[in-house]
């Protein structure tokens, strides 16, 4: 709450309790007849706008909202010759400087601006327009690809050369435009049958024939917040001890992100973040035939997701009388026999 606020609210208070007062003055004077009461309320009323206390109180209020801003205003030297030459020389010249700052390449951060610059959140219908979004979407990533003090409104601000407002205006437009579902359909469509084609030569050549329908792999990771939440933050305190996001990312074998998930605090265990993604509500419009998924042991074991046994608990190991150990496609898997059941156990 900001002073002046703080101040509104103490005249406030004060003009209540001079108002109480006065009907507490009021109710103690005996009256005879109801027009006696009357007169004593006209009376009353009409000595209430010559109290001072009460004029006093309303032109302090006055006062206080009588200009924008408490104190004298002072010009704080900008430049914004820091970020002309981040997009200019560094952009063209330098691409490495330009990745410490924004963590893209110059070519990556093209497509990012021409694929959302078009996007209603950079248009308004004011006299004065936005600053071009190459510069928004910069002031965006430079404040992602930081974190602690780097990352605060006044350091952003000084270093693009823009007032305060500006930094936290320009992220939130961007955030606004890649959240946006046309975004994500636009930058990650579903692979066409000859990149899934292709997925599938690249696992049959890496590992054997029978795995070739498993094109898909998913995983989860945990992304560090700089610190707790306000909101909510203990459920952001993952098992690592860490303040941080779930973030579930699912890819083919040439590490093409074709989905994602995001926006489950770190507690989130992976098979419920995974949920949260398209992948396990559309499976049968997605994946066709024996198709599947590779996902480590967090996951659900399905017909369409493929993931390690658990341990074997100990009284699965007193049925096993022998243990075989083979390699299938350059990866050794034990098979628990039992004398007594026909079933086997797979332990990792």
Same mark, same amino acid.
């Given at each position: 709450?900001?002073?002046?606020?703080?101040?509104?609210?103490?005249?406030?208070?004060?003009?209540?309790?001079?108002?109480?007062?006065?009907?507490? $003055?009021?109710?103690?004077?005996?009256? %005879?007849?109801?027009?006696?009461?009357? *007169?004593?309320?006209?009376?009353?009323?009409?000595?209430?706008?010559?109290?001072?206390?009460?004029?006093?109180? *309303?032109?302090?209020?006055?006062?206080?909202?009588?200009?924008?801003?408490?104190?004298?205003?002072?010009?704080?030297?900008?430049?914004?010759?820091?970020?002309?030459?981040?997009?200019?020389?560094?952009?063209?010249?330098?691409?490495?400087?330009?990745?410490?700052?924004?963590?893209?390449?110059? $070519?990556?951060?093209?497509?990012?601006?021409?694929?959302?610059?078009?996007? =209603?959140?950079?248009?308004?219908?004011?006299?004065?327009?936005?600053? =071009?979004?190459?510069?928004?979407?910069?002031?965006?990533?430079?404040?992602?690809?930081?974190?602690?003090?780097?990352?605060?409104?006044?350091?952003?601000?000084?270093?693009?050369?823009?007032?305060?407002?500006?930094?936290?205006?320009?992220?939130?437009?961007?955030?606004?435009?890649?959240?946006?579902?046309?975004?994500?359909?636009?930058?990650?469509?579903?692979?066409?049958?000859?990149?899934?084609?292709?997925?599938?030569?690249?696992?049959?050549?890496?590992?054997?024939?029978?795995?070739? %329908?498993?094109?898909?792999?998913?995983?989860?990771?945990?992304?560090?917040?700089?610190?707790?939440?306000?909101?909510?933050?203990?459920?952001?305190?993952?098992?690592?001890?860490?303040?941080?996001?779930?973030?579930?990312?699912?890819?083919?074998?040439?590490?093409?992100?074709?989905?994602?998930?995001?926006?489950? =605090?770190?507690?989130?265990?992976?098979?419920?973040?995974?949920?949260?993604?398209?992948?396990?509500?559309?499976?049968?419009?997605?994946?066709?035939?024996?198709?599947?998924?590779?996902?480590?042991?967090?996951? =659900?074991?399905?017909?369409?997701?493929?993931?390690?046994?658990?341990?074997?608990?100990?009284?699965?190991?007193?049925?096993?009388?022998?243990?075989?150990?083979?390699?299938?496609?350059?990866?050794?898997?034990?098979? *628990?026999?039992?004398?007594?059941?026909?079933?086997?156990?797979?332990?990792?």
């Amino acid at each position: 709450m900001s002073e002046r606020q703080d101040e509104a609210n103490a005249l406030l208070e004060a003009y209540i309790l001079n108002f109480l007062a006065k009907l507490q $003055a009021q109710s103690s004077d005996d009256s %005879d007849s109801d027009q006696d009461d009357t *007169l004593s309320a006209s009376s009353s009323s009409d000595s209430s706008s010559d109290d001072p206390v009460e004029e006093g109180i *309303l032109l302090a209020l006055e006062s206080l909202y009588s200009t924008r801003y408490q104190v004298k205003r002072r010009d704080i030297p900008k430049t914004d010759q820091n970020i002309e030459l981040l997009l200019g020389d560094y952009k063209q010249n330098h691409p490495e400087n330009f990745r410490s700052y924004l963590r893209m390449s110059p $070519a990556c951060f093209d497509t990012l601006v021409t694929t959302i610059q078009y996007h =209603p959140i950079f248009l308004n219908d004011s006299n004065n327009s936005q600053m =071009p979004v190459e510069r928004q979407v910069a002031i965006a990533l430079c404040r992602f690809g930081h974190y602690g003090n780097a990352v605060s409104t006044m350091k952003v601000a000084l270093w693009a050369g823009v007032g305060y407002g500006t930094v936290k205006n320009a992220t939130v437009r961007v955030m606004t435009a890649v959240c946006d579902a046309r975004f994500r359909a636009m930058t990650m469509p579903w692979p066409d049958a000859t990149q899934i084609e292709s997925a599938k030569a690249w696992v049959e050549a890496n590992s054997c024939f029978a795995w070739r %329908d498993g094109w898909l792999m998913v995983d989860g990771t945990l992304i560090p917040l700089f610190r707790r939440p306000a909101e909510y933050g203990t459920s952001f305190f993952d098992r690592k001890s860490n303040y941080s996001m779930n973030v579930q990312l699912i890819s083919t074998p040439d590490l093409r992100i074709i989905d994602y998930g995001v926006g489950l =605090p770190g507690s989130q265990h992976d098979a419920t973040a995974w949920n949260k993604t398209r992948l396990p509500h559309e499976h049968q419009e997605l994946l066709s035939g024996e198709e599947f998924v590779w996902a480590d042991s967090a996951y =659900p074991l399905k017909k369409w997701c493929q993931s390690p046994y658990k341990e074997c608990v100990l009284y699965c190991i007193a049925w096993c009388s022998s243990v075989v150990s083979l390699k299938i496609c350059n990866t050794t898997i034990t098979f *628990l026999e039992s004398v007594s059941a026909a079933s086997t156990v797979l332990a990792f």
